[in-house]
């Protein structure tokens, strides 16, 4: 049996959310149309994008170059290269045998021998024909044809069919993408940023919940590799994910931490620290007209931890954690997820400066009269940074 190794792929679906079909008409109408125009600027000369309702369709002759640009786009769920067809059955029997074809053949060079296949078929609006005809019709085509069995269950080659009144859509695979909302539809958030898991798992959350980013890392060591590292994974989750609405500063507070160090207890030491970080990001918060701090804390939500989120609590501004309760595997999970949807090296995280590691190593438990008697000490004696 000859197989054509020539791909009949032309198309890419685009599915949204589906936290976005739920929003009134008025609300979806933006977010899907900021979507849309930053789906077009990607493909750009690749394909014809069209907004269609309740999905976006690329007409492209380069279906599997264009999921690698758009998969780290927020608001899309998942990209689905296709062939797109006339809705007739016999056209419709064709291209899916094409498909199946060029699926068979790409399963071969990977060394592995397809034996089952299934039509899977939930969608059809025709007046000439319905689920019922694709399954057994198309399917008994591609059984005589490639000599395979069927297997519903668990099929080597499974066959999407949909059909959408004068349009057929038929493919194989479906990739997994960023998923949540349209960077820019809530408010930018302030996110303190360290070379370190939880840091970028909490910014790429709140990128996921439709948030601008202003990402602050307060140098407390003067690492000057840590602080190029850090410039350039942030700079490269921001270029693929973020439109050009999230920005990277660094202020240094080295200083700071000495004097920190100078007056308060080592044990305690951290925790002013990190109250200290919060106080400054929440000056900044006006300046970049953002709407809460993030920061990358973890830890199980006993006493003591609700102590200190009691203790770190601003007036003026919400504090978000998001990844306060995460295990291991869990952060673990999302990190591999950022690193391959950006194609991106994420080996290089959980790098911090030596005097860093030791404070919170060392950590007493959250005594809130005492922090608040060495956070009057402190405050009384530092001069602050420059935070321009």
Not at 30 to 38: A, D, G, S, T
Not at 109 to 123: D, M, N, Q, W, Y
Not at 227 to 249: A, D, H, P, T, W
Request: proline share 4%.
């Amino acid at each position: 049996m000859a197989l054509s190794n020539d791909s009949p792929l032309n198309a890419v679906i685009v599915r949204l959310s589906g936290e976005i079909p739920i929003k009134s008409e008025a609300v979806r109408s933006i977010w899907e149309r900021k979507l849309y125009l930053r789906i077009a600027n990607r493909v750009k000369d690749n394909g014809v994008v069209e907004k269609r309702w309740g999905y976006i369709f690329i007409r492209t002759q380069k279906p599997l170059d264009l999921i690698t640009l758009l998969k780290p786009i927020f608001g899309i769920s998942a990209l689905i290269p296709a062939r797109i067809c006339e809705s007739d059955l016999e056209t419709i029997k064709d291209a899916a045998l094409s498909v199946a074809k060029h699926y068979y053949s790409s399963l071969v060079r990977k060394g592995l021998t397809p034996k089952s296949f299934a039509i899977i078929s939930r969608k059809v609006v025709s007046k000439e024909f319905g689920t019922t005809e694709i399954r057994y019709d198309v399917g008994r085509y591609i059984k005589e044809k490639l000599r395979l069995s069927v297997n519903l269950e668990n099929p080597d080659i499974p066959i999407h069919i949909e059909v959408r009144e004068k349009e057929a859509f038929i493919y194989t695979s479906i990739y997994r993408t960023a998923g949540g909302l349209p960077v820019g539809v809530q408010s930018r958030v302030i996110v303190l940023t360290r070379l370190d898991l939880e840091s970028i798992a909490s910014l790429w959350l709140l990128m996921k919940r439709g948030c601008p980013i202003t990402s602050i890392h307060f140098d407390l060591c003067g690492d000057t590799n840590l602080i190029r590292k850090l410039n350039m994974l942030v700079s490269q989750i921001f270029n693929k994910s973020c439109e050009g609405m999230c920005k990277l500063r660094i202020i240094s507070i080295k200083a700071q931490l000495e004097k920190i160090m100078s007056i308060v207890p080592q044990e305690y030491a951290w925790y002013i620290l990190l109250k200290y970080m919060v106080h400054l990001a929440e000056e900044i918060t006006n300046e970049e007209k953002a709407r809460g701090i993030a920061i990358g804390l973890r830890s199980s939500l006993n006493t003591d931890t609700l102590r200190l989120l009691k203790w770190l609590k601003t007036d003026t501004i919400t504090l978000h954690y998001p990844v306060l309760n995460y295990d291991d595997r869990e952060l673990s999970g999302l990190i591999n997820k950022i690193g391959s949807l950006l194609d991106i090296d994420t080996l290089q995280l959980n790098e911090e400066c030596a005097i860093i590691r030791e404070l919170k190593a060392n950590r007493a438990s959250v005594n809130v009269e005492l922090l608040n008697h060495y956070w009057r000490i402190f405050m009384r004696e530092i001069s602050p940074p420059r935070l321009s």
